[in-house]
């Protein structure tokens, strides 16, 4: 099947170039960035990131704002007041400005539209124009969501009208993460949100069998994917709900002459791990957070949703009742993003099942 290996072969390559450094420091601004920005993703204490749909919200007070980035490898969208004012493109060293404000207090969000596996950017902090002062940052949400998944969760391509997006800049220029499911989802319910995906990798089998010493859990526990042995920890992150979306890569291809794998090993093995990873979460977060196991239709086969419903209810059976099953599909998904994936209208269609489904489970909020 073609519809996930642009998706794959972006990724893989990506992960097989994790040796290259991470971006020198942005220029230093009169505040430690961290310390007039909030962002609820994994960032290092010296603002460097590499997941998509990263964030820093900031307030000041004046006609104008500065934003101290150093990257040139990502895109991303700054926001003033709700409102999207500028996308910038792969923008290198440099302090994007925003002018001619009313002049008063505003808010600003700078979002990481891309994925970057292999790469970290970096935020250097935002600056008020003459005359004008950054205010103390906006307070974290009390609620929180983290995403886990693969390019279909990172939103790969979601902003193309062509499953062929080659004439309209490629992948990278038609994905935006903060137009994603989960993105819009955590929005809608006032949450702050990681969205920690990949495209790709899978549980145990990544798209068509690459890089097979490689999956998805792999890179899970690193704040800078391209760092092996990294771990980001942060003690103020305690999601109410993590949504879990891993498997695509696993099923949707068939097995090549080679692998290790037989169609009842890879079940088996699948299953096997995604208990682990349960495991993992759960002892991370606590007995009261939700999992929502999530499984959606790919290629021809249920094997997918049929093995996460089987590993849901193999958890309920053992007590655990606030592991949940969500199979999302719907026949208004057209598919039309980059290689197949989902478009901007499937994932406002996949966010309004996911708010529905969620509204009926008993979160603690």
Not at 76 to 90: E, F, N, R
Not at 111 to 123: H, L, Y
Not at 232 to 249: E, I, K, T, Y
Not at 301 to 313: R, S
Request: aromatic content about 10%; some cysteine; proline content about 4%.
């Amino acid at each position: 099947m073609h519809r996930y290996r642009s998706a794959a072969a972006a990724a893989l390559t990506a992960v097989l170039a994790a040796t290259l450094s991470s971006a020198p420091a942005a220029q230093a601004t009169a505040a430690a960035p961290l310390d007039q920005a909030h962002t609820a993703g994994r960032v290092t204490k010296s603002a460097q990131y590499t997941w998509p749909g990263v964030y820093f919200e900031g307030r000041f007070r004046g006609t104008g704002v500065g934003i101290v980035l150093n990257d040139a490898v990502n895109d991303y969208d700054v926001q003033i007041d709700g409102k999207t004012v500028a996308t910038l493109v792969t923008p290198g060293r440099t302090t994007h400005w925003v002018r001619g404000l009313s002049n008063g207090a505003h808010r600003v969000r700078l979002v990481k539209r891309t994925e970057s596996t292999w790469a970290a950017g970096e935020f250097g902090g935002f600056v008020a124009a003459p005359g004008g002062a950054v205010l103390a940052k906006p307070p974290a949400r009390a609620r929180q969501i983290e995403f886990i998944g693969d390019s279909m969760t990172a939103g790969y391509g979601n902003m193309s009208t062509s499953r062929d997006c080659s004439a309209t800049g490629g992948v990278s220029r038609n994905t935006n993460t903060d137009q994603s499911f989960g993105a819009l989802t955590a929005r809608a319910l006032n949450a702050d949100y990681q969205v920690n995906a990949q495209s790709g990798l899978g549980m145990v089998r990544n798209y068509n069998g690459g890089s097979p010493e490689l999956t998805y859990r792999t890179f899970y526990d690193r704040g800078l994917q391209h760092v092996p042995g990294d771990v980001w920890h942060n003690p103020a992150w305690r999601p109410q709900l993590v949504v879990v979306g891993l498997g695509a890569n696993d099923f949707s291809t068939a097995i090549n002459p080679g692998e290790q794998w037989t169609p009842e090993r890879l079940v088996a093995a699948y299953k096997a791990a995604y208990h682990g990873f349960l495991d993992k979460l759960r002892a991370r977060y606590g007995p009261g957070t939700t999992i929502v196991v999530s499984a959606t239709a790919v290629s021809s086969t249920t094997t997918f949703a049929d093995a996460t419903g089987q590993v849901v209810q193999e958890r309920n059976r053992k007590g655990d009742n606030r592991i949940r099953h969500w199979f999302y599909n719907d026949p208004a998904l057209d598919r039309l993003g980059c290689d197949w994936h989902f478009s901007q209208h499937d994932h406002r269609l996949i966010s309004g099942l996911l708010t529905d489904y969620l509204a009926k489970l008993p979160l603690s909020w």
